[in-house]
Nanobody, 124 residues
């Protein structure tokens, strides 16, 4: 069973950048579709981005497209979320998640393995 651990969150001023990492344990990491989601206080969990097993196909939510970039390094069992031009509305707990198979899913219920989350706070 894959286990996921996020890191890289923190406090940043609006307009700044952060890079989140999600380290996976398990030899089958490369076979999983990976996703990033976020949840702000009082709101439902929201899709951010997803990436295919080989990293060639990437899809970002409209709210982050052009500012965030998801990537993966299968040799390091890690996915990344490079975030730039951050806004206060990006403040949330960010989660990475894994999904078996080869198809994308922007719904959180499509992912069976989740990390514990990392807090990102963007000050105005």
């Amino acid at each position: 069973q894959l286990q996921l651990v996020e890191s890289g969150g923190g406090l940043v001023q609006a307009g700044g950048s952060l890079r989140l990492s999600c380290a996976a344990s398990g030899r089958t990491f490369a076979s999983y579709v990976m996703g990033w989601f976020r949840q702000a206080p009082g709101r439902e969990r929201e899709f951010v981005a997803t990436i295919s097993w080989n990293g060639l196909d990437i899809y970002h939510a409209d709210s982050v497209r052009g500012r965030f970039t998801m990537s993966r390094d299968n040799a390091k069992n890690t996915v990344y979320l490079q975030m730039s031009s951050l806004k206060p509305e990006d403040t949330a707990v960010y989660y990475c998640a894994a999904r078996g198979g080869t198809t994308w899913d922007i719904r959180d219920r499509g992912y069976s393995i989740w990390g514990q989350g990392t807090q990102v706070t963007v000050s105005a």
